[in-house]
């Protein structure tokens, strides 16, 4: 299991998945005076310490993909379902991207914002994008190549 490639970017985007369900996505700074909102997957969080639950599609879209990729890792006997979870789990990751995108254009055009920056953690979805895809490229090799085998005899 572990010695396969797919498994180890898996495993990788697995790992960038629950990191960036632990990080904050976004900071928003008021004008004027006050501290900056910090949007994490699950909630907002003003200055005060006030929660707004605003971003929980974020997080939903996430923990749906955490088990997904812990289901592909296991079941590498099934290089067809493996396949099937990982483009479900990059399909997931792009939906993350997107509603991702809403919320922050959405949330930056307030009146009282007065700038707004991406977190580090925004970009994790990304990089599990790219590593979902290669796992899947992975996959449908070793399907080729068993195909390729069986062949030959």
Not at 134 to 140: D, N, T, Y
Request: proline content about 4%; charged content about 20%.
């Amino acid at each position: 299991m572990i010695q396969r490639i797919q498994t180890l970017y898996l495993l990788v985007a697995l790992l960038l998945t629950v990191l960036c369900l632990c990080l904050p996505v976004a900071a928003f700074e008021p004008v004027g005076m006050g501290g900056e909102t910090l949007m994490l997957n699950l909630w907002e969080v003003d200055p005060d310490g006030l929660r707004t639950w605003d971003s929980w599609p974020l997080f939903a879209i996430l923990l749906l993909s955490c088990p997904l990729c812990i289901f592909a890792i296991c079941s590498y006997k099934n290089r067809k379902r493996q396949a099937a979870l990982c483009t479900l789990c990059l399909l997931l990751n792009v939906a993350w991207v997107v509603v991702y995108a809403a919320l922050f254009y959405l949330r930056a055009g307030y009146e009282d914002t007065e700038s707004s920056t991406i977190r580090f953690a925004a970009c994790l979805p990304v990089i599990s994008i790219i590593l979902y895809y290669m796992a899947r490229r992975g996959v449908k090799h070793d399907d080729k190549l068993i195909r390729d085998m069986d062949r030959i005899r």
